[in-house]
């Protein structure tokens, strides 16, 4: 992949602070985009933007509630006033609340459905408001979750959020596909964020229940999401809209752990 794959392109990373976000901003950046880093936390994302320009990347921080429709509204028209408009957008903010249902309050239910529903919604609404007005034929990518179609204990909210964004997904490259843009969804398996997460990563208990699953062994590595999301926001895939891919090492491709004969008798003798 060429270095200036992606040079003269402003790209904007909802949760590009910290985990996979980061990372896919960071492989933005040494494709010759210019970066900006939408995140709620001030000082990681200030810091974010800082490192990358101390090495000669065109990235700015600009903080941002994806759950307020008024700080996405400022968020994109600093966007187009500073970098005259975006043409790629990824959202990969998201927050964790780990309850069974019966226990969840509805501040926590609100809190990561704003984040992971609403606040995809928010963004996609006003960076296709914004495509459309600069007749630009622009990306969107949602970063989703395996959590979207195999359900799992203490992640109601999370696993509702996903699938729904991953649906409104659908309807948006239903509607925007007239535009030229192009709307796609990057689904990862467990990835090893730990180091570059503001959040942390998973536990070593979760882990350990989690591997026997998964074909290829291992968790993911953020660099594998981002090379997905650069992918989608690549000419190579200028014809694929409304789509869904897992990066998750063949977890979803069924049960690992279930083995041996379905049946005791065979059916024909």
């Given amino acids: 992949m060429s270095t200036a794959e992606f040079a003269g392109k402003v790209v904007v990373v909802s949760g590009g602070a910290s985990g996979i976000g980061r990372a896919i901003l960071e492989a933005f950046a040494q494709q ?5 880093v939408a995140d709620v936390d001030t000082e990681w994302g200030a810091e974010r933007a800082d490192a990358l320009r101390s090495q000669g990347y065109d990235v700015t921080f600009v903080k941002t509630d994806v759950r307020k429709a008024d700080e996405i509204a400022h968020l994109f028209q600093q966007v187009a006033t500073e970098r005259n408009g975006v043409d790629i957008v990824v959202n990969s903010a998201g927050v964790g609340v780990h309850k069974e249902v019966i226990d969840l309050t ?3 239910w609100d809190f990561q459905v704003d984040v992971q ?5 928010l963004m996609c609404r006003e960076a296709a408001r914004q495509m459309i007005s600069q007749k630009r034929r622009g990306r969107i ?3 989703g979750s395996g959590a979207a179609i ?12 996903k699938a729904g964004a991953a ?12 535009h030229g843009i192009t709307v796609n969804v990057v689904s990862p398996g467990l990835t090893d964020v730990g180091p570059i997460s503001h959040y942390g990563g998973a536990t070593p ?5 989690f591997l026997p699953e998964v074909p290829l062994g291992r968790l993911a590595r953020p660099q594998e999401i981002a090379d997905a999301v650069l992918f989608f926001a690549s000419d190579r895939a200028q014809f694929i809209t409304g789509q869904l891919i897992n990066i998750d090492g063949g977890y979803s491709a069924g049960k690992l752990g ?11 003798t």
Wanted: with cysteine; charged share 20%; glycine share 10%.
């Fill in 32 to 36: 010759g985009a210019t970066g900006i």
């Fill in 106 to 108: 509805e501040e926590e």
């Fill in 117 to 121: 529903l609403k606040g995809v919604f």
């Fill in 141 to 143: 990518i949602n970063v």
């Fill in 150 to 161: 195999v359900a799992r204990p203490h992640a109601g909210p999370h696993c509702a959020s």
């Fill in 167 to 178: 649906h409104l997904t659908r309807v948006l490259a239903l509607e925007l596909g007239r």
């Fill in 205 to 209: 208990d979760y882990q350990r229940n």
């Fill in 258 to 268: 279930i083995r041996g004969s379905h049946r005791a008798t065979p059916l024909f």
